[in-house]
């Protein structure tokens, strides 16, 4: 019998039944995002249009928002969605992609966060910029460690009422009051361009199979992003080999094989 509060027993939820999982990410991420869901089990829709993203987020299981790639129209669509979650009680996920960078970003995610995210997950220069603070992010890329960043995601839980997951060598996943750290992964994830985000978009995927829990929904889909990026980067030769085999790992997890990977410590 898996522990209660084991991943594993998430993964093989979800193999068994497969969330619909609405997804508003950039254009850099679609395609990567759209294939990690379907390797983890779990149904994908790319659906960003003011028109119709409010009435799609009410049928899916959990939402996801990154602005990674804005438009004004972009905007409007992602409020709908995030206020139809809200109003139809399914979790979301908030990506603030190098939200430091512009004032349009900082806007953007001012007013996102203002519709109550249940989950935050950035690397470790957006978080520290969501505390406040002066980050060295360099356009979406991070240039702060998880660690500089654990107190702000403490800090930002808290202010927020969310899960926030800061993500980078050793990722840090916490409510403000119980905090984990999550090992595994390799240094090729960061070089293939929007892991992150279709991690974001995994985290959704967990959070439509355990809406109640944000917590152990957030980190299962980061220990399974650890586990088979380990597995991924033991054969891969660079980024290009790395990124097949990093959706075929995914695709190949099982929730056994993830309770007896994962390094999840509580800190
Ligand atoms: N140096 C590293 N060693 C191990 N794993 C890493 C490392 N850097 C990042 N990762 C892993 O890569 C995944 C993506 O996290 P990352 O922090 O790179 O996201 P991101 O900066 O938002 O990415 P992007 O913006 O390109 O989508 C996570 O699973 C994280 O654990
Ligand atoms: C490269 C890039 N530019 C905007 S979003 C994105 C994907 C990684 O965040
Ligand atoms: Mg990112």
């Known amino acids: ?9 998430l993964v093989t939820a979800m193999r068994a039944t497969p969330p619909l999982v609405h997804c508003i990410t950039n254009y850099v991420a679609m395609n990567i995002a759209a294939n990690v869901l379907l390797a983890a089990g779990a149904s994908p829709a790319m659906v960003h249009a003011e028109e119709e993203a409010g009435e799609f987020a009410a049928i899916a299981g959990a939402l996801t928002i990154n602005i990674g790639t804005l438009s004004a129209s972009w905007v409007k669509g992602m409020h709908n969605a995030a206020r139809s979650a809200a109003r139809n009680g399914k979790p979301w996920v908030l990506d603030p992609v190098a939200h430091y960078a512009s004032g349009f970003r900082r806007e ?16 470790a220069s957006e978080i520290i910029a969501l505390g406040g603070a002066e980050s060295r992010g360099q356009g ?12 702000t995601a403490r800090d930002v839980a808290i202010q927020y009422g969310a899960v926030v997951a800061v993500t980078g060598a050793v990722d840090f996943v916490t409510d403000g009051a119980n905090a984990v750290r999550i090992a595994g992964g390799s240094p090729l994830m960061p070089q293939v361009t929007a892991l992150g985000c279709a991690l974001t978009c995994l ?17 299962a889909a ?3 992003f650890a586990v088979a990026g380990e597995k991924a980067a033991a054969l891969a030769d660079g980024p290009g080999s790395f ?9 190949g997890l099982d929730g056994t094989t993830l309770d007896a990977a994962a390094r999840v410590t509580p800190v």
């Open 243 to 251: 990124s097949w085999r990093f959706l075929d790992a995914l695709a």
């Open 203 to 219: 985290v959704g995927a967990f959070a439509a199979i355990a809406p109640e829990e944000p917590f152990d929904a957030t980190v």
């Open 140 to 151: 979406v890329d991070s240039r702060d460690t998880v660690e500089q960043a654990e107190e």
């Open 222 to 224: 980061l220990a399974s």
């Open 108 to 123: 953007t995610v001012a007013g996102l966060i203002d519709l109550n995210p249940t989950i935050i997950r950035g690397n």
């Open 1 to 9: 019998m898996p522990k209660q509060n084991s991943p594993g027993r």
